[in-house]
């Protein structure tokens, strides 16, 4: 129902920042809350941060709080993830998701490396 597309991953110090960019299709994008995750080589899919489909509310997971921000732009269909601060252990795929009547819709992933 949903497509999404990643961009903005890349290679990047420690200590530096990426921003992060999920372009969502159609017209339904405000119905659903956007959130992201990550997967690193051998490790377990792990939250990283959600916003709900209003905007009124966001979440972080515990590794990423008060360094990543999420937020949305309703005009560009587009969710964001603002990284700072990066630490080499947040070198992961990193996954776009649209969540709404129980369904999760993903997209392909974007890569970010993140070297000592």
């Known amino acids: 129902q949903v497509q999404l597309v990643e961009s903005g991953g890349g290679l990047v110090q420690a200590g530096g920042s990426l921003r992060l960019s999920c372009a969502a299709s159609?017209?339904?994008?405000?119905?659903?809350?956007m959130a992201w995750f990550r997967q690193a080589p051998g490790k377990e899919r792990e939250f990283v941060a959600r916003?709900?489909?209003?905007?009124?509310?966001?979440t972080y997971g515990d590794s990423v709080k008060g360094r990543f921000t999420i937020s949305r732009d309703y005009a560009k269909n587009t969710v964001y993830l603002q990284m700072n601060s990066l630490k080499p252990e947040d070198t992961a795929d990193y996954y776009c998701?649209?969540?709404?009547?129980?369904?999760?819709?993903w997209g392909r992933g974007t890569q970010v490396t993140v070297s000592s």
């Open positions: 916003i709900t489909w209003n905007s009124l509310s966001t």
């Open positions: 159609g017209r339904t994008f405000s119905i659903y809350s």
């Open positions: 998701a649209a969540e709404w009547a129980g369904e999760k819709y």
